[in-house]
């Protein structure tokens, strides 16, 4: 088990935010985190990571409590791609991707040839080594996320964590990162999760589902299991239909919301 959840309960001051979360992932699975907004997602992740220490509850890394871990060695074992939408750092693309290997290196180290190449290589993985030798605050928001994932992967983690990856991206932006996802979890053997708006895309990639709702309901199981359309009613108040459709020889699933409650 790569890490455990057990009645985790966070509270801003005095208002509550997260009660009694629990939730389990195995190694090389994808997990979704689905919910509306303002109920605690982000802070979620937050609290898996140790920026935020839970008020009831703990989050066991292999088994050890995240808050027993040095931060080196916590960060050897896992990667974060926050939200992103702009840079405003001039850093070359390079440069963005190699910083991922900081937490391997001391913090005087500077970087090599084989930190560059290594840089390159996972770029040219996930299809955007064109981007190599451009700057980061001249990149499309979908280019951007693309460099920042490379940052996340270029150490290899574990356990890779991303907050609304997909979020303000175009369509074909939506799916290079749903791609780049499937592969992370498929070649590179990393466990992935995923905070996003939305369901659809937690049907094509996740194993596991968490639904997270006002007034602290949650729901958790198998993103087959987890992602029905009364549940979609419950935490979302809409009225959607779960389509199967075939393209390519390939089976896939889809929501198609179409009322509100």
Same mark, same amino acid.
């Given at each position: 088990?790569?890490?455990?959840?057990?009645?985790?309960?966070?509270?801003?001051?005095?208002?509550?935010?997260?009660?009694?979360?629990?939730?389990?992932?195995?190694?090389?699975?994808?997990?979704?985190?689905?919910?509306?907004?303002?109920?605690?997602?982000?802070?979620?992740?937050?609290?898996?990571?140790?920026?935020?220490?839970?008020? !009831?509850? $703990?989050? =066991?890394?292999?088994? /050890?409590?995240? &808050?027993? *871990?040095?931060?080196?060695?916590?960060?050897?074992? @896992?990667?974060?791609?926050?939200?992103?939408?702009?840079?405003?750092?001039?850093?070359?693309?390079?440069?963005?991707?190699?910083?991922?290997?900081?937490?391997?290196?001391?913090?005087?180290?500077?970087?090599?040839?084989?930190?560059?190449?290594?840089?390159?290589? !996972?770029? $040219?993985? =996930?299809?955007?080594? /064109?981007?190599? &030798?451009? *700057?980061?605050?001249?990149?499309?928001?979908?280019? @951007?996320?693309?460099?920042?994932?490379?940052?996340?992967?270029?150490?290899?983690?574990?356990?890779?964590?991303?907050?609304?990856?997909?979020?303000?991206?175009?369509?074909?932006?939506?799916?290079?990162?749903?791609?780049?996802?499937?592969?992370?979890?498929?070649?590179?053997?990393?466990?992935?999760?995923?905070?996003?708006?939305?369901?659809?895309?937690?049907?094509?990639?996740?194993?596991?589902? @968490?639904?997270?709702?006002?007034?602290?309901?949650?729901?958790?199981?198998?993103?087959?299991?987890?992602?029905?359309?009364?549940?979609?009613?419950?935490?979302?108040?809409?009225?959607?239909?779960?389509?199967?459709?075939?393209?390519?020889?390939?089976?896939?699933?889809?929501?198609?919301?179409?009322?509100?409650?």
């Amino acid at each position: 088990m790569i890490l455990q959840v057990k009645k985790g309960t966070f509270s801003y001051g005095k208002r509550k935010i997260l009660k009694d979360i629990s939730f389990d992932l195995k190694e090389e699975e994808v997990m979704s985190i689905l919910g509306p907004n303002g109920v605690g997602k982000t802070t979620l992740l937050r609290c898996l990571m140790g920026f935020l220490k839970w008020d !009831t509850g $703990k989050a =066991l890394l292999f088994g /050890k409590d995240i &808050n027993e *871990y040095a931060e080196k060695e916590l960060w050897e074992n @896992l990667s974060y791609v926050p939200q992103v939408k702009k840079s405003v750092f001039s850093y070359g693309v390079l440069e963005m991707v190699v910083m991922g290997l900081d937490k391997e290196n001391s913090f005087f180290h500077i970087p090599t040839k084989e930190d560059y190449d290594k840089a390159y290589e !996972t770029l $040219k993985e =996930l299809g955007v080594e /064109k981007l190599s &030798n451009r *700057y980061c605050d001249e990149l499309s928001g979908g280019e @951007l996320q693309m460099v920042m994932i490379a940052r996340a992967l270029v150490s290899n983690p574990k356990l890779l964590i991303l907050d609304e990856p997909e979020s303000n991206l175009d369509m074909k932006n939506q799916i290079r990162i749903i791609e780049a996802i499937k592969h992370i979890n498929v070649n590179k053997k990393s466990a992935c999760i995923i905070n996003t708006h939305f369901p659809s895309h937690a049907l094509q990639i996740s194993d596991k589902t @968490l639904f997270i709702g006002n007034d602290y309901k949650t729901t958790f199981d198998e993103s087959s299991k987890a992602i029905t359309e009364d549940n979609l009613q419950k935490y979302f108040q809409i009225k959607a239909k779960i389509l199967n459709f075939q393209a390519e020889e390939v089976e896939y699933k889809t929501i198609a919301p179409y009322k509100t409650i």
